[in-house]
């Protein structure tokens, strides 16, 4: 079992940036690839970028030099900084874990956060 929870939203202008943070509980942590995605109500769920056990990194296309994710095995965490945001970016920001599969389908994430909201004015 993996719980996680999500902190680091909340509002900024755009052009501005956000650092969000998952913590994870559970001893296996290092052993799971982890993800952010993204949700606007009425859409569904978006990918933005995972990070695997051995640090390798992916991202959505349109997050790509503006987004970075990492993760610090020791303190069971995962972030995401947010750089040049838009207001297309507001949404709900979700951390979640996976074993196995697709690292861009929200389906073959097996633990979620609760998400944290991010909103971005222009």
């Known amino acids: 079992q993996v719980q996680l929870v999500e902190s680091g939203g909340g509002l900024v202008q755009a052009g501005g940036s956000l650092r969000l943070s998952c913590a994870a509980s559970?001893?296996?942590?290092?052993?799971?690839?982890m993800g952010w995605f993204r949700q606007v109500p009425g859409k569904e769920r978006e990918f933005v970028a995972a990070?695997?056990?051995?640090?390798?990194?992916y991202y959505a296309d349109s997050m790509k030099g503006r987004f970075t994710i990492s993760r610090d095995n020791a303190k069971n965490s995962v972030y995401l900084q947010m750089n040049s945001l838009k207001p297309e970016d507001t949404a709900v920001y979700y951390c979640?874990?996976?074993?196995?599969?697709?690292?861009?389908?929200?389906?073959?994430?097996?633990?979620w956060g609760q998400g944290t909201q991010v909103t971005v004015s222009s």
């Open positions: 979640a874990a996976r074993s196995s599969g697709s690292y861009y389908a929200p389906n073959t994430y097996d633990y």
């Open positions: 559970g001893r296996t942590f290092s052993s799971y690839a």
């Open positions: 990070i695997t056990w051995r640090f390798n990194t």
